[in-house]
């Protein structure tokens, strides 16, 4: 079963508006989770790492007061996208590293439409 | 910087067996993925390698040699669902949460 889940998997919003998902390991505690963003027929490419009790890092060109996040459990990060434009229009992955084997375990993702 | 490359596409036919490379660059190594994802769904874990060698999961092996840089994932007996990008990813350091790189994916495509 999956160990980590994430919600929604699908959502469609007007632009400007603000749009969360939710990433929740289910089996173990995450201190630390990653959050992805992949457009079409392209790799992941990691927009920050989430640090539970702690500030978010954020990649070069990430905006940080666009994409918020949020780490407050061991077990729950979530990805705010701020006044959203169909630019931001991607499929956005978590991912939490597992506690033995250095594994990745990814969320299911969530397809975000910015009409 | 971190720098992955992979083959962009690979045909095959369904019963054979296909190789897909990986070379990376890094800041330090501490292990390499190799991930399956199918159109619109999420990546799934196939192998995880941090000593040189092969490393065998039933129709699915991984190698890797680190002087050289360089990774292989090895699927036998393709069937038609494995039909899906295949993507290669490095942790360059050592000890701690360090985010993983991924490269840009082979999409493989089995046919009859």
């Known amino acids: 079963g999956a160990v980590v889940s994430q919600h929604p998997s699908w959502v469609i919003c007007k632009s400007g508006t603000s749009v969360k998902i939710e990433c929740r390991s289910l089996d173990f505690q995450a201190t630390t989770m990653f959050w992805y963003r992949q457009f079409p027929k392209q790799s992941l490419m990691l927009m920050a790492t989430?640090?539970?009790?702690?500030?978010?890092?954020?990649e070069q060109g990430v905006e940080k007061d666009k994409f918020l996040i949020n780490h407050a459990s061991l077990t729950l990060s979530t990805l705010t996208v701020t006044s959203a434009h169909p630019e931001d229009s991607s499929f956005y992955i978590c991912?939490?590293?597992?506690?033995?084997?250095?594994?990745?375990?990814f969320g299911e993702g969530s397809r975000l439409t910015v009409l | 910087g971190q720098n992955i490359d992979q083959p962009t596409e690979m045909t095959a036919t369904e019963g054979a067996i296909v190789q897909i490379n990986c070379t990376y660059q890094t800041s330090g190594f501490n292990g390499l993925f190799w991930y399956q994802q199918h159109a619109g769904e999420a990546p799934t874990f196939l192998s995880y390698n941090v000593l040189d060698g092969l490393e065998e999961k039933g129709r699915f092996s991984s190698f890797l040699s680190r002087s050289k840089g360089y990774s292989y994932l090895l699927l036998k007996e393709l069937q038609m669902k494995d039909s899906a990008s295949y993507l290669c990813?490095?942790?360059?350091?050592?000890?701690?949460?360090?985010?993983?790189?991924f490269g840009t994916g082979t999409k493989l495509q089995v046919i009859p």
């Open positions: 989430s640090n539970e009790g702690s500030k978010a890092t954020y």
């Open positions: 991912s939490c590293q597992g506690p033995n084997t250095g594994e990745l375990f």
């Open positions: 990813a490095v942790r360059p350091y050592s000890g701690g949460y360090q985010k993983v790189t």
